[in-house]
């Protein structure tokens, strides 16, 4: 983890920059997983290795917290695993871009509800159109899209509204990282009877990419954020994470060799534009942006 001394020599808007780049990275290595243990398994590896680093870094207090409190971070748990399950099956039958910024409109859309500033709107429109472009639902006949994709995405889009609420709740209920780190917890319990099947296929190789997507996508950009928030405003901090699109899709092109259509960049470009608008303008920067953890298949 990086550490308090590194912080303060960085400037907090890269320390944000280097948890995207990671959270995206990490996806794209994920991607690369899907295919041989499937979306289950690949989670379920990489929320036990995360768990395990976070528990051990966290110490979360287990006494003293109100029934509430447990039930709000078993919600959250819930919400997390479900999150990263939805994400990676789409990551099996898309572009990291293109499931990237479909799953983005989730807490956009939560942000302009809780705006309801008329610029949030028109942004959210043009949102909208950018993921009409980037689906290629425009271009491509209805009966070859990929339907099962693009909806696995927006739920998992939908969960990370879901995932941003109840982290603010989380957060209010539980001291900095303890909640996240039993909210981990339940989501491991949660998903790994689905994943656990793939485990003979746990290979040395399939063991070391585990522990890569955890530390890519979990351990370095939770701590990264932490430390970048101490310094930065929530709207400085959402508008960064509006970059997460792009990120994504040049995750993809170095990692996978995907490439997108220049209607499903300018797609992209729209829903970047439109995040920037409504996260960048919205008092506060967005819904609970405060807590760790706010990247893009979290």
């Known amino acids: ?66 029934r509430a409190a447990w039930s709000t971070v078993a919600l959250f748990g819930l919400a997390l695993g479900a999150m990263n399950w939805s994400f990676y099956a789409s990551l099996g039958r898309l572009p990291i871009g293109v ?13 302009m509800a809780l705006s309801r500033r008329a610029a949030d709107i028109v942004a959210v429109g043009g949102a909208a159109v950018g993921v009409l472009l980037i ?7 209805f009966d070859q899209l990929d339907l099962a994709g693009l909806g696995l995405a927006a739920l998992a889009g939908v969960l990370w509204a879901a995932y941003i609420l109840l982290s603010k709740r989380t957060g209010a209920a539980f001291s900095r990282l303890d909640g996240l780190a039993l909210a981990m917890v339940v989501a491991t319990v949660v998903v790994t009877p689905f994943g656990w099947g793939s485990m003979p296929l746990w290979t040395g190789g399939v063991l070391l990419k585990g522990l890569g997507i955890a530390v890519l996508s979990s351990v370095l950009p939770y701590s990264l954020e932490l430390l ?39 797609g992209m470009v729209l829903v970047v534009a439109a995040s920037v608008v409504v996260m960048g303008t919205t008092r506060g920067g967005g819904p609970a942006l405060e807590e760790p953890g706010a990247t893009a298949g979290a």
Do not use: C, K, Y
């Not at 794209?28 to 290795?49: E, F, H, K, N």
């Not at 499931?99 to 942000?111: D, K, M, Q, W």
């Not at 928030?229 to 699109?245: K, M, Q, T």
């Open 1 to 66: 983890m990086p550490t308090p001394g590194f912080s303060s020599r960085v400037p907090a808007p890269l320390l944000v920059l280097l948890a995207v780049v990671s959270v995206q990275f990490g996806g794209a290595l994920a991607a690369t997983l899907v295919p041989t243990i499937g979306a289950a398994g690949s989670v379920t590896l990489r929320l036990l290795i995360s768990t395990v680093i976070l528990l051990a870094v966290a110490r979360p207090r287990l006494r003293g917290h109100s």
């Open 99 to 111: 499931a990237v910024t479909i799953e983005f409109l989730g807490p956009l859309v939560l942000t």
């Open 135 to 141: 689906s290629r639902a425009l271009n491509v006949p």
């Open 228 to 266: 970048a928030l101490r310094r930065l405003s929530p709207r400085v901090f959402g508008v960064l994470l509006s970059l997460e699109p792009a990120v994504a899709a040049l995750a993809g092109l170095i990692v996978l060799d995907q490439r997108l259509t220049t209607w499903q960049v300018t």
